[in-house]
Nanobody
Framework: QVQLVESGGGLVQTGGSLRLSCAVS????????MGWFRQAPGKVRQFVAA????????YYADSVKGRFTISRDSAQNTVYLQMNSLKPDDTAVYYC????????????????WGKGTLVTVSS
């Protein structure tokens, strides 16, 4: 069993920045590729970013490329999402995801989910 706990959400103005964290416990962090998804009110959950087991490769949704950066710290068993140049369209609950098969770019392959952290971007 793996537990994922997100933190770092909050209210920010357009153009601002936030860094989300996801603390991983319960199993070997290195066994899982990690990712972030988000779900806006009334919409389906969608892929945001993913990173391989060792952190050598990253993947991003087109809507966040150049603004968001995913990273992982094996010493801290934590994955991060640095979000810059935030827009109102980025408002959503952000979920951390763990996938032992590969970078989680689709919901169907995710093994574990966090409970989410709310990001609100005001205009």
């Amino acid at each position: 069993q793996v537990q994922l706990v997100e933190s770092g959400g909050g209210l920010v103005q357009t153009g601002g920045s936030l860094r989300l964290s996801c603390a991983v416990s319960g199993r070997a962090f290195r066994d899982y590729a990690m990712g972030w998804f988000r779900q806006a009110p009334g919409k389906v959950r969608q892929f945001v970013a993913a990173i391989t087991w060792g952190g050598g490769r990253t993947y991003y949704a087109d809507s966040v490329k150049g603004r968001f950066t995913i990273s992982r710290d094996s010493a801290q068993n934590t994955v991060y999402l640095q979000m810059n140049s935030l827009k109102p369209d980025d408002t959503a609950v952000y979920y951390c995801a763990a996938d032992h098969q590969g970078p989680p770019v689709a919901m169907t392959t995710v093994d574990y989910w966090g409970k989410g952290t709310l990001v609100t971007v005001s205009s």
